[in-house]
């Protein structure tokens, strides 16, 4: 079963949406019980890093067995950001630390050079090593809504990457564990194609 984390944090209805337009049905669920016994999870989120981290606490472990099992895990917008180790919008927050590294805002200094914060709409992505995850998309255009973006200590699990002023990972993946900072199931049909990728390697 596809299992979507109900933390509170919004975007659930239309990550659910999205598996369905794939022909895939997915449970959102905050019980325990039913996370435990998940075959795959779905970390969405929107809002901010410190509210939640909150409403994660009594997840964490959940996420960390599922993840440690090499059960399949996705983590979309701020589902992506929560897997590292902290944030600058929330100072002294401990992440989910699946990924060494931080969360920074975009520098004030893209605001004069006509880039507005947040990265807001769409941009398109410049792949740089192989991911089955990534399997028919190259230079394809995804849809970002966010104003901070990950600095992994690693490299290599940066599989996508955007340019906005900045270089922005926009694909992590390492084993088992897959994220989009970008919203897949508002990225039109190719963002479905990743989700359809997902669950080839999922189920």
């Not at 939640?52 to 895990?73: C, R, S, T, V, W």
């Not at 564990?177 to 479905?192: D, I, R, W």
Request: proline residues 7%; contains cysteine.
């Amino acid at each position: 079963m596809i299992t979507i984390i109900d933390y509170g944090s919004g975007n659930l209805k239309s990550i659910r949406n999205g598996f369905r337009r794939i022909g895939a049905d997915a449970l959102v669920t905050n019980d325990k019980k039913d996370l435990e016994q998940a075959e795959v999870l779905i970390l969405p989120g929107v809002g901010a890093f410190g509210t939640a981290m909150k409403n994660l606490q009594k997840y964490q472990d959940i996420i960390h067995q599922h993840i440690q099992e090499g059960k399949p895990f996705l983590g979309v917008c701020l589902g992506l950001q929560v897997l590292f180790s902290e944030s600058e919008e929330s100072p002294g927050v401990k992440g989910l630390d699946v990924f060494p590294g931080k969360v920074v805002r975009f520098p004030e200094t893209l605001p004069p050079q006509g880039l507005k914060i947040p990265h807001m709409g769409w941009n398109n992505l410049n792949t740089l090593r192989y991911s089955p995850l990534m399997e028919g998309i190259d230079q394809d255009y995804m849809y970002f809504v966010h104003s901070y973006y990950v600095q992994p200590e690693d490299p290599e699990i940066v599989v996508a990457t955007v340019d906005y002023g900045v270089e922005v990972p926009a694909v992590v993946a390492q084993d088992n564990v897959f994220a989009t900072q970008f919203h897949p199931e508002k990225s039109g049909p190719v963002g479905l194609e990743i989700l359809k990728n997902f669950l080839k390697q999922a189920l």
